[in-house]
Each structure stands twice: as C-alpha cells, then as structure tokens.
C-alpha cells in the first residue's frame, strides 16, 4: 500500500551478498534546505538481515517492483526489525520523484 509519501509492504533487501523479502513500513519527506528527498523505516525482523547487521553490513539496496534505491542498515530495534534509511528518490514506485 502506498499514498505516495509513506508505503507498507513487501520489499526486497540486499546486503552482503544476500537478498531478503521483507514487510517494510517506509516515508519519505522532502529537506528544502538539502534539497533533496529523505526517506526511512524498518523492515520486519528477519535472522538473516540481522546476521548481517551484527558482522558489519551497513550498506544495502531497497527493491520495491523495478525501483530500488540505496540503504543504510540501522540497528535492530527492541522486537528484532531493522532500521533502514536513504536519501534521494524512494524505492517505491509512487514516491515522489527525488
């Protein structure tokens, strides 16, 4: 589901080599002062993701349909999801344009 500023649901997630399908809650608001587009969320809690957390992994790619955009991997919160934040055009396809 997307309204265009926010989109929940199914999303892939790249990091160290692996690629994990995900529930994703993201948003996006645009900066004035930047002049660019930030977007954030998390991921529902997946093992794999979270092995990848612990061994160092930060970088990773965010795949919504044949959008994608690039990630920074947060840590874990108290139930186990993962914080996930990128700046420029979202990865979801009724986002705005960044």
Not at 65 to 86: F, K, N
Request: charged share 30%.
């Amino acid at each position: 589901m997307s309204d265009g500023e926010d989109y929940r649901g199914e999303a892939v997630i790249e990091a160290g080599g692996i690629a994990v399908t995900a529930q994703v809650r993201l948003s996006v608001r645009f900066e004035p002062v930047e002049g660019r587009y930030r977007w954030a969320g998390r991921a529902a809690p997946d093992e794999a993701l979270t092995a990848q957390l612990r061994a160092g992994i930060r970088e990773a790619t965010v795949r919504v349909g044949d959008r994608h955009a690039r990630a920074r991997l947060g840590e874990p919160d108290p139930w186990g999801g993962i914080r996930l934040t990128g700046t420029g055009r979202p990865p979801w396809p009724e986002a705005p344009e960044g």
